[in-house]
């Protein structure tokens, strides 16, 4: 339980400093989003959470 804290803690403060740090670009890249077929945006997101959960199960053994 520990792990998922900390994971989304994590996530929070990437996303954090992204939206501080550089509020336009977030703007243009959610523009960028729009364009790109709602498949492909599934699939992106389904890779993304692969990938997240394979990362945060490699860091559960280390």
Known sequence: MATLVLA???VLVA????LALA???VEDLLDL???IPV???RLMGLAALAIGAAL???????
């Open 23 to 25: 509020p336009s670009r």
């Open 8 to 10: 989304l803690g994590m």
């Open 39 to 41: 498949e492909a945006r």
């Open 33 to 35: 989003l729009r364009t």
């Open 15 to 18: 996303e954090g400093l992204v």
């Open 56 to 62: 945060v199960a490699a860091a559960r053994l280390i």
